[in-house]
C-alpha cells in the first residue's frame, strides 16, 4: 500500500483503515505517548518494524506540504536513512495530526542535512564539534492548533533531546519563507554563528523559476532547550 502523493489540508489521520488500524494498535499501547493536555496528546515513535507505516505516512505529509508550498527535488531515497533512523514527535487532536516532526541524532554515519549542502561559495559545511547535537527536521503544521500543538510538540522535544544528552539542535528554514523563520524564531531558534551562510542543494528547487531553494541553518542551543524541557515537566509532563 503506498503512503505517498497525500494531498490533505488538515492531515486527518485516519485517511484509510489501514493506517487507522495500525494507529489503534499503538494507541492501547502507551509506549509511545508522551503526555497529554487539554484534549491534545503527543507521540514520540521510532522507526520499526510495527510503527513503520505510520511513520511513512507521518513523513508523507511533510513532503506533500513541500510540493504544495511550491518545490521540487524532495528524494525519498535521499532521506531514506534520515527517515530510518528517526525520532517522530507528532501532536493529535480528535484524530488529526496537528503537527509533526521529525530528530535525529548527528553521527560519523548520519551527518546533518546541511552538510550536504553548498553556500553560494561552494563551501561545504562540516560539523566538527565532540558535542551530541541534533537534527530537527519534517516540520508540518495545521495552523488551526498552532497555539496548543506547537509548545506541547517542542516541549516534548526538548525533553527527549536533554535526555539523549545532546547540547545543541540544527534546523533549517527556506530563507524566502519569512513565517516559518518567525515560527522557529518565537521558540528560541537563532541564525547560526557557527554556519551562518545559507546552503543549497542542486536537486531542490522552486518549481517556478528552477533554482535552488536556499536554506538558512538555525540553531537551538542549550540553554533554550532547557526553557521548553522546563515547560514540558511543569506544563505537560504526566503525572503517575
Known sequence: ??????DQSAFPLFFNSFIASVY???LSDNRYLVTE?????????????ETFALASYLRGLHKDRLHNAGYEGYSEEID???????????????NVVATTLRVNKRSDELV????AGTTEHGKQYEYMCDDLAMDMNTYCLDKRYYKKATPLLFA???????????KKVFGLYDVKN?????????LGFVDSKQFPNPIAFDTFVHADTKKPVQWGILEWDECEVAKYRELYHLKYARKF
Open 178 to 186: 519569512s513565517a516559518t523563520k518567525k515560527i522557529y524564531g518565537k
Open 1 to 6: 500500500m503506498s503512503l505517498e502523493n497525500l
Open 24 to 26: 489503534m494498535k499503538l
Open 156 to 166: 516534548s522535544a526538548a525533553e527527549y533531546v536533554l535526555s539523549e544528552g545532546a
Open 37 to 49: 493536555f487539554d484534549g491534545y496528546a503527543c507521540y514520540k515513535i521510532p522507526v520499526n518494524d
Open 80 to 94: 531514506k536513512k534520515y527517515h530510518e533512523s528517526g525520532i517522530y514527535f507528532y501532536v493529535e487532536i480528535n
Open 112 to 115: 546533518f542535512p546541511f552538510e
